[in-house]
C-alpha cells in the first residue's frame, strides 16, 4: 500500500471512531436525563424503579391536602381515576394549585412508594390540562368502561 494511501486510511478510521465515540457518549449522556411521564396507576403497579427521576401527574384528590405546620412542605395524594399516590413537596406550590386540579409534578419515588416532588407544575387556565394527564385520565375512564361492561356481561348470563 502506497504510504500516502495509509496514511489517510489512518485518518479516516481516526475520525470514524472519534464520531462514533462522541454519539455513543452523547446518547449516554441524553438517556440518563430523559424524564418519563408516568400515571399514579403505574407507579402504584410498581413500574417505577425507586430514585429514578420521573414526571407524574393526575388531578388532586379533594380532602388530601396536608400542610406542614413549621415549614413548607405539602403532602397530597394524586389520581388518575384508578389509582391514588402520595406526594411530598418542600416548597412554595404555584398559585393554581388547588384540590381536584391537575398537576404535573418531577421527583422520585421512594423506597415506601411515597413520590417527593422537586418541582410541581399546575395548570394555567380553566380550559387546559397537561396532554399527559389528559390521554391517563382518559385510559383510565374507558378501562374502568370496559370492566363495567364486563361486569354487566357476566351478570346477565
Given at each position: 500500500m502506497h504510504p500516502q494511501r495509509k496514511k489517510r486510511l489512518h485518518l479516516i478510521l481516526f475520525l470514524v471512531l472519534a464520531v462514533a465515540s462522541a454519539v455513543g457518549l452523547a446518547m449516554y449522556s441524553l438517556s440518563q436525563n430523559i424524564n418519563l411521564f408516568q400515571t399514579p396507576t403505574q407507579i402504584a403497579n410498581g413500574e417505577v424503579p425507586?430514585?429514578?427521576?420521573?414526571?407524574?401527574?393526575?388531578?388532586?384528590?379533594?380532602?388530601?391536602?396536608?400542610?406542614?405546620?413549621?415549614?413548607?412542605?405539602?403532602?397530597?395524594r394524586v389520581t388518575d381515576g384508578q389509582s391514588e399516590v402520595p406526594v411530598f413537596y418542600d416548597g412554595i406550590l404555584p398559585d393554581l394549585f388547588r384540590e381536584g386540579q391537575g398537576i404535573v409534578a418531577l421527583g422520585e419515588v421512594n423506597t415506601e412508594g411515597l413520590f417527593v416532588a422537586s418541582e410541581v407544575l399546575a395548570k394555567h387556565d380553566e380550559n387546559y390540562m397537561p396532554p399527559e394527564v389528559q390521554a391517563a385520565l382518559e385510559q383510565a375512564h374507558q378501562d374502568g368502561k370496559a370492566q363495567m361492561e364486563a361486569a354487566a356481561k357476566e351478570a346477565s348470563y
Open positions: 425507586p430514585g429514578r427521576t420521573i414526571r407524574a401527574g393526575g388531578l388532586v384528590v379533594e380532602g388530601s391536602v396536608e400542610r406542614d405546620q413549621q415549614g413548607l412542605g405539602v403532602t397530597f
